[in-house]
């Protein structure tokens, strides 16, 4: 879907070229889902000519024909994926001889899970898939687990990467298993314009949103765009986010998911508008 409005917008701005000015570049963002395409874009200088960015999300929030101007407030996140090596042998013959990286991995997963939680703001964890074993008859030697944090801000994003690598130590010590870590992917903080977001309602109200919503709100979770976002800003340019509301088949990340595609020409026609009004 989101391919899809980039694609129109293109459409649009080869059509109508006396419409806007200026230089555009139209970003497919790489990696998203795994936070780990912007960062790069960004360290390649993609962005560093821009006075403007705008993005925006199909969904997350059940209102229909609802257009959301003022996103922000992304969660900081890191990724990681933790390997553990251990040593099989006969579960049977000599389990006394093994290492069991499985139990290492989900021992691990538990105690993740129970973190406490920071006093001073929001702060998550989610092991989202657990590997180990090659037998039924067979101490594991191998485990790995595909995790990630999330904070409020940096510093608490910080504060569950930390106790993640103190349990995971701990854990790989308890089971007398070797462990690695592996950095996949992290994302930052960033909010979107106040101005951007005035001009975002305006158009939004001719490209058939029946509501706008221009109060700033936070989608709850993270967003690779956030380094793009970030950029821009530091450059003194204006950053957006939005998030077009249509009607969801199931919520994102049910394997139900599906959406109105009627929203594509919104969200296109609301990026047009932007366009055009930033051009005047």
């Known amino acids: 879907g989101h391919i899809t409005i980039g694609l129109g917008l293109a459409k649009w701005l080869s059509e109508n070229t006396n419409l806007w000015s200026g230089s555009i570049k139209l970003i497919f963002q790489p990696a998203e889902e795994g936070v780990k395409g912007a960062k790069s874009m960004v360290a390649a200088g993609i962005l560093d000519d821009r006075d403007y960015f705008l993005s925006g999300h199909i969904g997350i929030f059940n209102g229909e024909d609802t257009l959301y ?3 922000g407030d992304f969660l900081s996140t890191s990724k990681f994926d933790v390997y553990f090596k251990g040593k099989s042998v006969h579960a049977g013959m000599s389990p006394h001889n093994g290492r069991n990286a499985l139990l290492a991995a989900s021992s691990s ?3 993740l899970h129970a973190i406490s939680r920071h006093g001073e703001g929001v702060t998550r964890i989610n092991v989202g898939r657990i590997e180990a074993g090659s037998g039924r008859n067979v101490i594991a030697d191998e485990g790995k687990l595909v995790l990630e944090t999330r904070g409020e801000t940096a510093e608490l ?3 569950m990467v930390n ?3 103190r349990i995971i130590e701990g854990m790989a010590k308890v089971y007398d298993v070797q462990y690695e870590f592996k950095n996949m992917g992290a994302a930052t903080k960033a909010n979107s314009s106040e101005e951007l977001s005035k001009i975002a309602g305006v158009v939004g109200k001719d490209a058939g949103f029946l509501e706008i919503i ?9 967003e690779d765009a956030s380094f793009m976002m970030k950029r821009v800003e530091e450059l003194g340019g204006k950053s957006l986010y939005m998030v077009f509301g249509t009607k969801l088949a199931a919520e994102h990340h049910n394997r139900s998911f599906d959406f ?3 929203i594509l020409r919104k969200a296109v026609a609301v990026f047009a508008g932007i366009i055009k009004t930033l051009s005047l």
Do not use: C, P, R, V
Request: aromatic share 8%; glycine share 12%; charged share 30%.
């Open 214 to 222: 221009e109060k700033a709100k936070s989608i709850g979770g993270s």
């Open 163 to 165: 106790e993640m690598y």
């Open 260 to 262: 109105d595609e009627g």
């Open 109 to 111: 997963a538990l105690q």
């Open 157 to 159: 994003n910080e504060y």
């Open 69 to 71: 101007t003022n996103i």
